[in-house]
């Protein structure tokens, strides 16, 4: 098992609108092959850092779902609303 973290700044005023293509881009990473559970955070001090913790059978399940055409048309959509590129970190238990 891993653990996915994507760091996300949501840019200012699209907030909203940030929250509605993020939870549709969860949404259809539950129904894919390998993904076991993903939770969302928001920074308790900057309401537009957001986090999404995700938890995957193994790095391969997690290289599919980041390089299928689904996923890259919905960050298409999603990133015009980022201040910056995502940032992901994979983890693995010490």
């Known amino acids: 098992m891993i653990y996915v973290l994507i760091e996300r700044e949501v840019a200012e ?26 939770h969302t955070y928001t920074e308790k001090n900057n309401p537009r850092r957001r986090f999404t913790l995700s938890k995957w059978k193994s790095v391969l399940h997690w290289q599919q779902w980041y390089d ?13 609303m980022l201040a910056q590129d995502e940032r992901i970190t994979i983890l693995e238990r010490a």
């Open 13 to 38: 005023d699209l907030e909203s609108t940030y929250e509605e293509a993020a939870r549709q881009l969860l949404t259809n990473a539950y129904k894919t092959t390998g993904f076991v559970d993903g």
């Open 68 to 80: 299928s055409e689904e996923r890259r048309d919905q960050m298409a959509q999603l990133a015009p």
